[in-house]
Nanobody
Framework: QVRLMESGGGLVQPGESLRLSCWAS????????MGWYRQAPGKQREFVAS???????NYTESVKGRFTISRDNARSTVYLQMTSLRPGDTGAYYC??????????YGRGTQVTVSP
């Protein structure tokens, strides 16, 4: 059974930083692609960042240069380092992977609120 457990969200002021973590079980962390999505109130869930097992990264345009995705396969954990946070980054952040024949799996999410 695939499980993704996020942590690290919180309330910060604009310009501050946060690091999100996602611990994964039920997958092989050495081969599974991992990523992050977010959903702001009243909006659809959107892609934020991803990393393949080979280390190739991809980011949505609005976070390039500010967010960094990384992974520690030995700990089955993926991270999202977020810097220079803006109010527009506010939302629930979800860990994501594809496994079991290409099925999408998401965690329950962790809330990030950026407010003065």
């Amino acid at each position: 059974q695939v499980r993704l457990m996020e942590s690290g969200g919180g309330l910060v002021q604009p310009g501050e930083s946060l690091r999100l973590s996602c611990w994964a079980s039920g997958i092989n962390p050495k081969i599974a692609p991992m990523g992050w999505y977010r959903q702001a109130p009243g909006k659809q869930r959107e892609f934020v960042a991803s990393m393949t097992s080979g280390g190739t990264t991809n980011y949505t345009e609005s976070v390039k240069g500010r967010f960094t995705i990384s992974r520690d396969n030995a700990r089955s954990t993926v991270y999202l380092q977020m810097t220079s946070l803006r109010p527009g980054d506010t939302g629930a952040y979800y860990c994501h992977t594809k496994w079991s024949g290409g099925r999408d799996f998401y965690g329950r999410g962790t809330q990030v609120t950026v407010s003065p």
